[in-house]
C-alpha cells in the first residue's frame, strides 16, 4: 500500500504557475501509475494528467496541454504536476492518485489510492 501526500497548492494570479507536489510512502512509485485529478465547486472530478508506471504513457486533459507537466523524481519518490500559464477555470482541489502497475488510462476509477488533495486558486 502507498501512501500519498500532496503539496504546492495556493492562491495564485492569471498567468501564474505552481508546481504540485505527491509525495509517496510505503512503498516506491515505481510501482504505480500516477494520475492528478481535480475537482472545481459543483463541478465532476476530472483527470489532469497522468503518467504509467513505466513512464511510457502519458496524458493531460485537452485544457492544459501545452500548460501542465507531469514528471517523476524516482530518487525523491515525488511526482510534480507543473502548471503554467494558469487560468482561473484551473481553479480546483487537485488530488494525486495511483494506480497498478498495469493502468494506461486517466480515468480515477482506476486509481486506488488517493491523497488529501491541495486547493489552487486562480484569481486576481
Known amino acids: 500500500q502507498v501512501q500519498l501526500v500532496e503539496s504546492g497548492g495556493g492562491l495564485v494570479q492569471p498567468g501564474g504557475s505552481l508546481r504540485l507536489s505527491c509525495a509517496a510512502s510505503g512503498s516506491t512509485l515505481d510501482y504505480y501509475g500516477i494520475g492528478w485529478f481535480r475537482q472545481a465547486p459543483g463541478k465532476e472530478r476530472e483527470g489532469v494528467s497522468c503518467i504509467s508506471s513505466s513512464d511510457g504513457y502519458t496524458y493531460y486533459e485537452d485544457s492544459v496541454k501545452g500548460r501542465f507537466t507531469i514528471s517523476r523524481d524516482k530518487a525523491k519518490n515525488t511526482v510534480y504536476l507543473q502548471m503554467n500559464s494558469l487560468k482561473p477555470e484551473d481553479t480546483a482541489v487537485y488530488y494525486c492518485?495511483?494506480?497498478?502497475?498495469?493502468?494506461?488510462?486517466?480515468?480515477?476509477?482506476?486509481?486506488?489510492?488517493w491523497g488529501q488533495g491541495t486547493e489552487v486558486t486562480v484569481s486576481s
Open positions: 492518485a495511483a494506480s497498478g502497475l498495469a493502468t494506461q488510462t486517466c480515468d480515477g476509477y482506476e486509481y486506488d489510492y
